[in-house]
């Protein structure tokens, strides 16, 4: 269900901590509740209401949006097979976030204590968390990502 206002975000799903305006495309101003949205909402909201509100810097990127956003990043067109991989964001998929914080790796560490993201990624900027159906753990540093096997071996870099 594709809604595009607080009014409609609060019928599908109750939260205390996350806004529309948060949550929607910067591109088409919408979002779409699906059991997966839904899930991932409730999760961030129960993170937020334990860790502390976070500045969200991303959250919901329609096709049409995540692809402008890769091409600028690379600064080029994107191949098929480029546009086919970015396709599969979590942010596409509406199970993904970007989080903005003073202190990234204090914000990492509240993300792994926590145990329900499949996936953190730890930036200058902040953090990445996601629910993929994969573990993935990675620092990006100067556009370049080093995978560990848990964040347990990324907060012994610290």
């Known amino acids: 269900?594709?809604?595009?206002?607080?009014?409609?975000?609060?019928?599908?799903?109750?939260?205390?901590?996350?806004?529309?305006p948060e949550i929607a495309?910067?591109?088409?101003?919408?979002?779409?509740?699906?059991p997966e949205s839904k899930k991932f909402?409730?999760?961030?909201?129960?993170?937020?209401?334990?860790?502390?509100?976070?500045?969200?810097?991303?959250?919901?990127r329609c096709p049409a949006h995540?692809?402008?956003e890769k091409k600028n990043e690379i600064g080029r067109e994107l191949?098929?097979?480029?546009?086919?991989t970015a396709l599969q964001s979590g942010h596409v998929h509406l199970i993904a976030a970007d989080l903005g914080g003073k202190d990234p790796e204090k914000l990492f560490l509240r993300a792994s204590a926590f145990g329900e993201f499949n996936g953190i990624g730890l930036y200058p900027w902040g953090i990445h968390i996601d629910l993929k159906p994969r573990r993935s753990f990675w620092i990006?540093?100067?556009g370049k990502y080093t995978y560990f096997s848990s964040p347990s071996d990324i907060i012994s870099r610290f």
């Open 1 to 20: 269900m594709k809604i595009s206002s607080q009014a409609e975000l609060e019928k599908a799903v109750k939260l205390s901590t996350i806004t529309f």
């Open 25 to 34: 495309c910067r591109h088409c101003k919408t979002f779409i509740i699906t």
């Open 41 to 60: 909402l409730i999760i961030m909201d129960h993170f937020f209401t334990r860790n502390g509100k976070q500045k969200i810097n991303s959250w919901f």
């Open 66 to 68: 995540h692809l402008a």
């Open 79 to 84: 191949t098929e097979n480029e546009k086919k």
């Open 140 to 142: 990006s540093q100067a």
